[in-house]
């Protein structure tokens, strides 16, 4: 039975007036449990395998005729895959049965904007109950042409979004492969003059300035707390620059602890348990003992040379780590390590031109971000 309401999307098309219904989702688009698949059974095809994360594999055989709606039912919930071909739905998984004549793009997104994890019936593993689901009742366009312009629409929000993750991976590509030519000096640039720099010179790391570690203040003290000293953690270390901490510690808490204060400029390096993650301090800070940190003598360093260069040599880091609890390397293993440097000012022109990838890379991000958080407005606003 349909229970028509008064309710409507606070967003829609003019066009259309018609109001919503409310039904049970088993009347809107059933769900059914996949069918097993072994890897070994598996057979290279073009027919994809959906699993409970999306489409991992192909195989020779289909067990449904496309389109296709597929959720995750184990393992993974929430996760909602469109297919336009024939599939296997994995046993991990849940798919549509019927589309009861409503759009299969749109009743796709339909299953995006349902919180899922609200039917998880697992105690351990993340598990979907779909008769929980089907019980539920939700609102529904009854034109199948509302739902084919709503389907329509944040296609093309979808549309864009793949676009930009793919510039966004091109441009990740493309800097990884100009580091490698210009480390390995395949590449390089020229002076003011057009003419050739000095030949580069083989150097320690303990050359590039002072390597020093970090410290914890006693935690049962409040006084050596919530000062105005930035303490980092090697969790919070994400990005090329860090500019602010979870927490702080006070003037008495620098002091207390074996911690120096770090000034501007400073590449703070983990070197304890995950090794290698790097950032440059964009305020005088201060870390915990899981960090090794760079103090960079800039009148014969780069900071920023050093720090792509770490990125680029993270494994010659990891090599000379050990520990039986977790990995960390020392400052004295560090300070051994041999790299390759030119003259500063060529160090600064190769700094500068990763930094410009770099600073494509942030735009495209942040795109990507704005277009999520409007895709995610839509969905609040295109829907009931």
């Known amino acids: 039975m349909t229970e028509t309401q008064q309710k409507k999307p606070v967003l829609r098309f003019p066009e259309f007036l018609e109001k919503w ?3 049970k989702v088993e009347n809107i688009a059933p769900l059914q449990r996949g069918f097993d698949l072994p890897t070994t059974q598996i057979k290279d ?10 489409i991992l594999r192909h195989h020779n055989e289909f067990k449904i005729e496309g389109p296709g709606v597929i959720t995750g039912r184990s393992g993974t919930i929430g996760e909602v895959t469109f297919v336009d071909e024939s599939f296997w739905p994995h046993n991990t998984t849940l798919w549509v049965t019927d589309f009861f004549g409503n759009d299969p793009k749109y009743i ?6 349902i919180r899922f994890e609200r039917y998880n019936s697992g105690s351990t593993v993340p598990t979907l109950n ?8 939700a609102f529904i366009s009854q034109s199948l042409e509302e739902q084919q312009k ?16 793919k510039k966004k991976s091109l441009l990740e590509q493309y800097k990884k492969g100009m580091m490698q030519k210009l480390f390995s000096q395949e590449i390089r640039f020229k002076d003011e003059q057009g003419k050739d720099y000095p030949d580069w010179e083989e150097k320690k790391l303990g050359c590039v300035g002072q390597i020093t570690g970090g410290g914890t203040p006693d935690t049962n003290k409040q006084n050596l707390w919530n000062g105005d000293i930035l303490w980092f953690t090697p969790t919070e270390i994400k990005f090329k620059y860090s500019g602010n901490s979870i927490r702080k510690i006070s003037k008495e808490g620098l002091a207390k ?4 204060l770090l000034p501007v400029g400073t590449i703070l390096f983990t070197s304890r348990a995950t090794i290698g993650e790097v950032s440059i301090a964009r305020k005088e800070c201060t870390t915990n003992q899981g960090f090794q940190s760079f ?13 792509y260069w770490i990125i680029k040599n993270k494994k010659q880091f990891l090599r000379r780590a050990n520990g039986s609890t977790f990995l960390e390397i020392s400052k004295g293993e560090m300070k051994k390590i041999s790299f390759s440097a030119p003259d500063i000012k060529e160090q600064q022109k190769i700094a500068s031109f990763l930094s410009m990838i770099d600073k494509k890379i942030e735009l495209v991000t942040e795109q990507i971000k704005q277009a999520q958080i409007f895709k995610k407005g839509l969905f609040q606003q295109m829907f009931v």
């Open 130 to 137: 779909r008769n929980d689901v089907h019980r539920s009742k």
């Open 295 to 307: 103090i960079v003598n800039d009148l014969l360093f780069s900071n920023e040379y050093i720090y």
């Open 150 to 165: 709503i389907a329509a629409f944040l296609s093309s929000v979808d549309t864009k979004i793949e676009q930009l993750s």
């Open 21 to 23: 219904a409310s039904r």
């Open 108 to 113: 796709y997104y339909f299953y995006n904007q």
């Open 45 to 54: 095809g073009k027919y994809p395998v959906v699993y409970s994360n999306g």
């Open 257 to 260: 602890s074996s911690a120096t």
